[in-house]
């Protein structure tokens, strides 16, 4: 459904004609605006008329849209067209703000060429009929400006003298004719507004008169003249006024040229935006450049109430507290609850100091935009228009973003919940081989105790022993792998001795460690690193820990860090078996574990590395694995070398 | 002294008993309480020589405990707890807890802490008004009044910094100093670009300090958490 918006006083029962057959027929309103050269030359009066209809229509909840054009009857039938439109509500006067040809004529028009569209007409009866009679009175209220005024008079005083230095020179005074309807040409190009145009045009053939016709300096003539008067002011008067026309769709022409480049510079700016933040910045890139003043913005939380407002400054010396009073974020709240603009300049709380615009998605309000109307004077309807517009964009990128997100926690929950059923399924069969243990060898000790030699029941208390200890190692990791991949794991980043980290990490090696040659290899015993020393000392146990388990006793497994630019980087290399290309890649997956297929020869839930990658993800560091020379495993990983500075 | 008096608060029997064990198999004297009011209570009327403390009590949070005793009694307090996170080791020192220990913890780990805690109580107890102006420590001596450290007889050239840092941690020995303790009392600031400072300084005075950097006899890293000066056996102490 769509209703013209107009000036005519009308307008305004079409439009409330169109909310009622919107909602009986649950169809969309949108409110077109179509503006026709006359439009930039309203009345103060009409202007305020319109700018209601506007406001009534979005308050009926209206989307509203311009085009620009000549002839009103055939944008309201292409942009029909285009948008998919079935209805058109209008009342015959909004068609004729052309002032060309009659009300009725416009409407047969707009029903020759989109003979599909259903017509509501309302009648214009009862209404004074404002469009034909208004193109008099513009053109008389022109607006004066010394500055036209004084081109006016030079441009008529040249042609005097050219006139005057030809006729001296023996040509006909007929050329002088020719000559003022040129200069009345460049009057009209050069002034603004149709006043100059008629002015001149009065002049030129008064100026003429009493300056070449016979009785000459008077202005009495041949009656022969009276013809010649009569053509000279008529072809002057249509000239000028057709290159005022000229003028004045030049200068739309323009406009719709710079509006729809801003749109789509708009939208390729949302296009390459990823994130709320890029598409904020968009907003203020672009109404920044249009509107030049100071602008803020409310982003709504997810608990759908507005957030701290963004600032943007692009006027000087502005001053912020006005703008975040309890009244202005009041009405940015009524704007966020009722999805309409309100504050200065529209009809909802207008008494605010800035203007309020909601950034909508399809289906609610994403952000509020405040724009600070206290330094300069109301926007216009070109500006707000193209505004609405930006905003339209910017609300569908938005949404666009918040859609995606909401995609990618679904695809979050839906992973973490298959990792907990892995996690689950993966602890309960390889939790049950050492508990059985513990549980088995105590009950012996309890029950038989007394029988069984010293170096039996020692090989029993340290099997318990050691299946308690690969427990604890197993809980840790369980407990920090669930910490990292849920995200509720802040890491405490600290500069930490690389030395200070070995050193803790050997003190808690696998008591089988003892039987491998364990070594440490660090040129700067200073050398420091950002880290959660925590979680860092873990990675360097695991990996460890890994080398033991992988590697046949006796091996040698030497741990090193060296500074590499601005990462630091450790290795853990042994010389064991090494392991195959084909796995490298699978080893930091989860549940994960080399020989998968000796099921309980030896245990491991495959986690140690698994958490490893994430905790140096988590640094921003890298982790891998590569062959050693000759032979063997190297687990390297990096982490941000932290500048020491110190200073006594 | 003899026969020191042990504390020991654990809400839970299992592990009560597990500490019960150990300190009987060593001789030590202790007695046992279950919750946060009978832990001050028997702080008062047993007067423990040391106390081994579970924060998670049934009845009151055992860093409140540590704040109410520290307001009238220096006696060690060895935390235990199933609290790993580096934030709750440095609340608990930070409220005045002496030493921190994991659960799960080994046995022999809990005695050492434990003769590291007892050790501070006999030196304590032996020290003189007189002595205020020296302090020794195994082969470590610092001599306040000239401003100098010596390690077997011979001085150790120390920078400002690192003297300071030496004193601050022989005037706690025994008891952890935490990162941010330590910058507020040598730097006067918790400001991050000090940390690294730290940690140099610590690593160039641990060097200066000790015979074998790789096994400090004096000074402890408490990765995450801070620094401890450990107090040398005594001669005539088993």
Known sequence: MLVCLSAAPSNARAIQAAAWLKEGSHATLTALTVETPAFSSMSEE??????????????????TATVYGDDPALQVAEYARISGITGVVLAPADLCQSRLGPARGAVDRLRKLAPELDLHLISDRGQPRVGPRRGWSLGLQARISLRDTLRTAAVLAVCTLAGLLLVRLGFAATNAILIYLLGVLGIAMLTDG???????????????????????????SDPGYLATFAVMFLVALLGSSLTTRVKRQAVQSADRAYRTEVLLETSQKLQKAEGVQSIVSV????????????????????????????????????????CFSDDERAAAEWVLAHNKSAGAGTGNLPDRACLYLAVRGTERVLAVVGIDLRESAELGAFEKNLMVAILDECGLALEKEVMRRAKQELEETARQEALRANLLRGISHDLRTPLTSIS?????????????????????????????MWLIHLVENLLSITRMENGSMKLNI?????????QEALSHLDRNAGRHHIELELPDDLLMADMDARLIVQVVINLVNNAVKYTPEGSHILISARAQGDWVLVNVADDGPGVPDGEKKKLFEMFYTLNNTSGDGRRGLGLGLALCKAIVTAHGGRIAVTDNQPKGALFSFTLPVSEVNTHE | MNKPQILVVEDDMAVGNLIATTLETQN???????????????????RPEVMLLDLGLPDMDGIDIIKKIRSWSNMPIIVVSARSEDADKVAALDAGADDYLTKPFSVEELLARLRVALRRVLYDSQKTSDEASTYENGSLKIDYAAGCAYRDGVEIHLTPIEYKLLCLLAKNTGKVLTHNYILNEIWGSQTASDTPSLRVFMAT??????????????????????????????????
Not at chain 1, 441 to 468: F, H, T
Not at chain 1, 494 to 502: A, N, R, T
């Open chain 1, 46 to 63: 009409e202007r305020r008329r319109y700018q209601a209809h506007l406001q009534m229509a979005e308050t009926l909840g209206a989307r």
């Open chain 1, 194 to 220: 149709r006043g100059y145009s008629l002015i001149s045009s009065l002049l030129s053939v008064l100026i003429f008169n009493y300056f070449f016709t016979y009785p000459y300096f008077t202005l009495l």
């Open chain 1, 283 to 322: 907003i203020d890139g672009q109404l920044g450049k249009l509107l030049e003043r100071d602008l803020f913005l409310y982003l709504v939380g997810e608990d759908g109430a507005l957030q701290a407002p963004l600032r943007f400054s692009h006027a000087n010396g502005s001053d912020w507290a006005a």
């Open chain 1, 440 to 468: 088995g060898n105590a009950g012996i000790l309890l029950e038989n105790g007394c029988v069984l030699d010293e170096n039996k029941r020692r090989a029993l208390y340290r099997s318990i022993y050691d299946d308690a």
């Open chain 1, 494 to 502: 600290q500069p930490e001795l690389l030395y200070d980290v070995f």
């Open chain 2, 28 to 46: 030590y004297q202790f007695h046992r309480v279950k919750n946060g009011a009978e832990a001050l209570l028997d702080a008062l009327s047993y």
């Open chain 2, 205 to 238: 005075l641990r060097k200066k300090l000790e015979v074998d950097p790789s096994h400090p006899q004096y000074i402890q890293t408490h990765i995450g958490v801070g620094y401890r000066m450990l107090r040398q056996k005594q001669e005539g102490e088993s």
